[in-house]
């Protein structure tokens, strides 16, 4: 079974967006050679250059948790958090699995 991930984050004004970029692009590197990394998207909202949405698939639950707490990965969170315009909600992982049969649209 999969789990995705999704993060969204809406950066102050004050925030460096170049920085920012930078620092997200080091940790999808790193995130890339851990155990249970499937893939990663990363982009920006077209809108509002401020918010940037991160979505991610894992092996299981375990490895994005391990993730979650590798020590570069909680340091720059710990560098971003207090530029954050929002606070940033702590979601839980549900697993989803797939209906068995078929199933079919309505006709």
Do not use: C, N, T
């Not at 940790?27 to 909202?45: F, I």
């Not at 991160?54 to 971003?80: F, G, I, M, T």
């Not at 207090?82 to 209906?99: D, G, K, L």
Request: hydrophobic letters at 40%; charged letters at 30%.
């Amino acid at each position: 079974m999969a789990i995705l991930s999704y993060l969204r984050f809406r950066l102050s004004d004050q925030a460096d967006l170049d920085a920012f970029a930078s620092d997200v692009a080091s940790m999808r590197k790193l995130a890339a050679e851990q155990p249970g990394y499937r893939w990663a998207e990363v982009g920006q909202d077209p809108a509002d250059p401020r918010v940037w949405i991160v979505v991610s698939e894992w092996d299981d639950v375990e490895q994005v948790r391990a993730w979650e707490h590798h020590p570069d990965h909680e340091a720059l969170y710990d560098v971003w958090e207090p530029h954050y315009r929002e606070p940033f909600v702590h979601r839980r992982f549900v697993p989803w699995v797939r209906p068995e049969g078929e199933i079919r649209p309505p006709e």
